[in-house]
């Protein structure tokens, strides 16, 4: 396993060289010039061509790519354009909020859709099966947008139950210590505004929990109905054991790896890709941030959302690779 493992994280190292190396080609070919955008329309030429000198945007692309590896290297995400601050810094409470909304959907997702998929393949072509498959064929269907949109109509501003926007109260915010507010209201032993952060999480981490779940529960159903067909499982119900440790103890298991693999596809994607939920949800999240860099042509800090995110789909999938081995001894040989 140990040598499994090693094989795995060495394949990130030429990974991450190309993945740096596209992400900072690409925002290099967005059109306009950021010491312009800075600066504004009315700045005068000598200023523009100065701001762009500061920047180090008149070296050519080699240069500039050598000093990013040099300062990436070194810790050092370089400084937002826009507002002057450390990305390094600034970064993360934008990232801590992504990961909080995504692990908390993904939960969600997988607590409803693993066992859907389970219930649905274990009473095949019943009246649960045909239901949950048409829902999931829905959740699948349904825009992100009109979700949150509809979810912030019904539960907020008709029942008032929860709160429409953002990720605490104004008037007392959170003290972050991880920047994941669950954890940091919990290591702070109160309880009253841990009720409240998870009210704020409820709304935007059902709606962008949706199509993981649907997606899960229908991958689940067919890994677990071609399993439930093997030798071995019919072996386990004749020796007389009860569907219930058949199907989770023994079809489960051996119906993981697809399962798996769709788990962590999802949840790289929800980690980029949620820049709907955030906006219609007022979330402060990474998506939100780059979305926002972008408008102002702030080099460095897209340079830096993009690749943190691409990092941590590269990590998600390597986990993934590592618990395929843990699950299927046959896979690290």
Excluded: C
Excluded at 93 to 115: K, R
Excluded at 171 to 199: C, E, H, M, W
Excluded at 284 to 305: C, L, N
Aim: charged share 15%; hydrophobic share 55%.
């Amino acid at each position: 396993m140990l040598s499994y493992t090693a094989k795995r994280v060495g394949m990130l190292i030429p990974v991450l060289i190309g993945m740096t190396l596209v992400v900072f080609s690409i925002i290099r070919a967005i059109p306009g010039d950021p010491a312009q955008v800075i600066l504004g329309q009315r700045a005068t030429k000598e200023a523009v061509l100065e701001l762009t000198k500061q920047l180090g945007l008149d070296q050519p692309w080699y240069v500039q790519y050598f000093h990013y590896i040099k300062d990436l290297l070194s810790g050092d995400f370089g400084t937002s354009i826009r507002t002057s601050e450390a990305i390094s810094k600034e970064i993360v409470p934008y990232l801590g909020a992504t990961i909080e909304l995504t692990v908390f959907a993904m939960a969600v997702a997988i607590v409803i859709g693993v066992n859907a998929g389970m219930i649905s393949a274990w009473f095949q072509r019943s009246w649960f099966d045909y239901l949950a498959m048409l829902i999931a064929l829905i959740g699948v269907s349904l825009p992100i947008f009109w979700l949150g949109l509809m979810e912030q109509w019904f539960f907020s501003i008709k029942l008032g139950w929860l709160p429409t926007t953002g990720r605490e109260e104004v008037r007392d915010p959170v003290q972050a210590i991880t920047n994941l507010y669950l954890i940091d209201t919990l290591l702070k032993g109160n309880l009253s505004q841990f009720v409240v952060v998870l009210k704020h999480l409820i709304l935007p981490g059902a709606a962008l929990a949706t199509i993981p779940m649907a997606i899960i529960a229908r991958i689940t159903r067919s890994s677990m109905i071609e399993v439930m067909g093997a030798e071995y499982i019919r072996t386990a119900r004749a020796k007389g054991l009860r569907m219930f440790f058949v199907v989770y103890k023994h079809a489960l298991k051996n119906a993981l790896i697809p399962i798996l693999t769709i788990i962590g596809l999802q949840t790289g994607l929800l980690l980029g890709g949620a820049i709907l939920t955030e906006t219609i949800f007022g979330w402060p999240g990474i998506g939100r941030y780059v979305y926002e860099a972008i408008g102002y042509r702030d080099y460095p800090v897209i340079q830096s959302g993009i690749l943190v995110i691409a990092l941590l789909f590269v990590l998600i999938n390597l986990i993934i690779d590592l618990l395929y081995a843990a699950i299927d001894p046959r896979i690290k040989y």
